[in-house]
């Protein structure tokens, strides 16, 4: 490797890779030319869990771990060999894998809200925090009457059932389905029916926009005739009311991971199976043992001739 006195330093260097002839990546200045982090093979090391040589996704107290070893370590609970507790063992003690109080040092995948050892998700958040997180939003979203009714349903959407801004702003009046008693919503080959308190709020939206858009296909119609809402728009809002829709769609995919079968969230939500399948394992949940009872809390939404119950954090 050259030192840096005899290399220009460049932000963000996207050029032809010398090795594998890919264009436009990132590259990295090495003896053998410059190449891409793929074909860097300094980047390459044997990874202390499992001696691969592979690349290495951390460092754990200076010692490399692969990405495999690194999402099992911060996801899969264990007895620790010290004191015989369970908990996360990201530290190797004497070669054993042990927990941050027997290392005598601080946990690197402790929850960033709580502080607690749970299974922490991508942001350092642990599952029971961002779903608090969650039911605070959505209750935010009904209660707020000072925002605008479409940036409120659009936020619900997204948080409710992880639809992206862009595919809520693009929803047509044909769409929504709307019963004497109940407000659907056809994304895919089954009906979502809407919890009550967001299909009184739809009611009200679509009220407005037969008055003031009567011959508008979009259920969200925009401030140009023909245009429905743009969603950087309402991202914006969105934002200014504190909600950030990422991390929102995250936690509501998670959740409804936990508590719908993979093949009836991917119909429900117009997703591959194998989309939901990688929510489901994600959220560390076995359906092995579907159907089964669930609390009396719980809302139900009806899919077609088949009826599960969901916890939509409304009760």
Same mark, same amino acid.
């Given at each position: 490797?050259?030192?840096?006195?005899?290399?220009?330093?460049? =932000?963000?260097?996207?050029?032809? *890779?010398?090795?594998?002839?890919?264009?436009?990546?990132?590259?990295?200045?090495?003896? @053998?030319? $410059?190449?891409? !982090?793929?074909?860097?093979? @300094? !980047?390459?090391?044997?990874?202390? =869990? *499992?001696?691969?040589?592979?690349?290495? !996704?951390?460092?754990?107290?200076?010692?490399?771990?692969?990405?495999?070893?690194? =999402?099992?370590?911060?996801?899969?609970?264990? &007895?620790?060999? /010290?004191?015989?507790?369970?908990?996360?063992?990201?530290?190797?003690?004497?070669?054993?894998?042990?927990? #941050?109080?027997?290392?005598?040092?601080?946990?690197?995948? /402790?929850?960033?809200?709580?502080?607690?050892?749970?299974? #922490?998700?991508?942001?350092?958040?642990?599952?029971? *925090?961002?779903?608090?997180?969650?039911?605070?939003?959505?209750?935010?979203?009904?209660?707020?009457?000072?925002?605008? %009714? #479409?940036?409120?349903?659009?936020?619900?959407?997204?948080?409710?059932?992880?639809?992206?801004?862009?595919?809520?702003?693009?929803?047509?009046?044909?769409?929504?389905?709307?019963? &004497?008693?109940?407000?659907?919503?056809?994304?895919?080959?089954?009906?979502?029916?809407?919890? #009550?308190?967001?299909?009184?709020?739809?009611?009200?939206?679509?009220? &407005? %926009?037969?008055?003031?858009? +009567?011959?508008?296909?979009?259920?969200? +119609?925009?401030?140009?005739?023909?245009?429905?809402?743009?969603?950087?728009?309402?991202?914006?809002?969105?934002?200014?009311?504190?909600?950030?829709?990422? !991390?929102?769609?995250?936690? $509501?995919?998670?959740?409804?991971?936990?508590?719908?079968? $993979?093949?009836?969230?991917?119909?429900?939500?117009?997703?591959?199976?194998?989309?939901?399948?990688?929510?489901?394992?994600?959220?560390?949940?076995?359906?092995?043992?579907?159907? &089964?009872?669930?609390?009396?809390?719980?809302?139900?939404?009806?899919?077609?001739?088949?009826?599960?119950?969901?916890?939509?954090?409304?009760?």
């Amino acid at each position: 490797m050259y030192c840096h006195s005899c290399i220009p330093v460049r =932000r963000n260097p996207r050029r032809f *890779c010398t090795s594998c002839g890919a264009t436009g990546v990132r590259i990295v200045r090495t003896t @053998n030319g $410059a190449v891409c !982090a793929a074909c860097d093979i @300094n !980047a390459f090391t044997h990874c202390a =869990r *499992c001696d691969a040589t592979t690349t290495i !996704a951390k460092r754990i107290n200076r010692t490399p771990v692969c990405a495999p070893c690194l =999402r099992f370590l911060r996801t899969t609970p264990r &007895e620790c060999p /010290s004191c015989r507790e369970m908990h996360l063992l990201p530290y190797l003690h004497n070669g054993r894998d042990v927990c #941050p109080r027997c290392a005598g040092l601080t946990s690197i995948f /402790s929850c960033s809200d709580c502080g607690s050892d749970a299974v #922490p998700l991508p942001g350092d958040t642990c599952l029971d *925090c961002r779903y608090t997180q969650w039911r605070s939003t959505i209750a935010r979203l009904l209660e707020d009457e000072t925002a605008p %009714v #479409p940036t409120r349903l659009i936020g619900l959407l997204a948080v409710m059932f992880g639809l992206p801004i862009t595919t809520s702003t693009g929803v047509r009046r044909d769409q929504l389905l709307v019963g &004497e008693n109940t407000v659907r919503l056809l994304l895919s080959q089954d009906p979502l029916n809407l919890p #009550p308190q967001i299909a009184e709020l739809m009611r009200r939206h679509l009220l &407005e %926009v037969n008055r003031r858009h +009567p011959t508008s296909e979009w259920a969200f +119609p925009g401030r140009h005739r023909g245009r429905h809402l743009e969603p950087l728009g309402v991202t914006r809002r969105l934002r200014r009311m504190g909600i950030r829709t990422a !991390a929102a769609q995250t936690a $509501a995919a998670l959740q409804l991971a936990r508590d719908i079968p $993979a093949p009836v969230l991917a119909d429900l939500l117009g997703w591959s199976v194998e989309r939901a399948e990688d929510w489901a394992s994600a959220a560390a949940h076995d359906w092995t043992t579907y159907p &089964e009872l669930r609390s009396p809390s719980r809302k139900v939404i009806t899919l077609g001739t088949v009826r599960k119950t969901v916890d939509l954090g409304l009760a």
